[in-house]
Nanobody, 121 residues
Framework: QVQLVESGGGLVQPGGSLRLSCAASGSTFSIVAMGWYRQAPGKQRELVARGHSRGMPNYADSVKGRFTISRDNAKNIVYLQMNSLKPEDTAVYYC???????????????WGQGTQVTVSS
């Protein structure tokens, strides 16, 4: 089991910046990927950024060049640095980790509770 605690959301003006954090605890040794997703009112949840233990991170086209995902492996924290924020970035942001199921090559997903990001003047 992996537990996730998110922080860092809030209200910011257009063009501003925020950094989200997601701290993982529990069976963190089984984590193979960590990422951020978001869900705006009336829309489906979508990928924002995802980093895998193997390979480069991937980003949604809408955030490329503005958002950066990073990970502190020693502390099991994944960050999402969000710059040049736009009103359309307003959403609830969720952290998700993919962890190996013991004794298999399959993974299971764990989600954080979500943190609200509002971009408005």
């Amino acid at each position: 089991q992996v537990q996730l605690v998110e922080s860092g959301g809030g209200l910011v003006q257009p063009g501003g910046s925020l950094r989200l954090s997601c701290a993982a605890s529990g069976s963190t040794f089984s984590i193979v990927a960590m990422g951020w997703y978001r869900q705006a009112p009336g829309k489906q949840r979508e990928l924002v950024a995802r980093g895998h233990s193997r390979g480069m991170p991937n980003y949604a086209d809408s955030v490329k060049g503005r958002f950066t995902i990073s990970r502190d492996n020693a502390k099991n924290i994944v960050y999402l640095q969000m710059n040049s924020l736009k009103p359309e970035d307003t959403a609830v942001y969720y952290c998700k980790v993919e962890a190996l199921v013991s004794g298999t090559d399959y993974t299971t997903d764990y989600w954080g509770q979500g943190t609200q990001v509002t971009v408005s003047s």
